[in-house]
């Protein structure tokens, strides 16, 4: 049986946490393709005074059907504060 997207985020979300030993702080994005499940994530690299100024990761995961990590990688860093480019 397959794991639903909520599952799937979450088994993602512990699995970086647990290899990278960052804190999580949301949630991005999740597709599937021909490869896997994909889940976009945000970590926070660096916790500083005020909130705003902290350094946040965007991480990828993909993993299988069955929710195990496959591979990630950091894709981007920002400032909390900073707005994202929309394009």
Known sequence: M???VP???ERA???LAEAIGL????????S??????????EMIEKKSIPDGMDILA????R???KGELLEFG??????RIDTEDQE
């Open 2 to 4: 397959e794991m639903t």
């Open 32 to 41: 599937k393709d021909d490869q896997g499940w994909h889940i976009s994530v």
């Open 13 to 15: 979300r512990e699995q």
């Open 7 to 9: 599952k799937l985020i």
């Open 63 to 65: 993993l299988n059907d």
């Open 58 to 61: 965007t991480y990828e995961a």
């Open 74 to 79: 950091r894709k981007k860093l920002r400032k």
């Open 23 to 30: 804190k999580l702080s949301s949630t991005l994005e999740a």
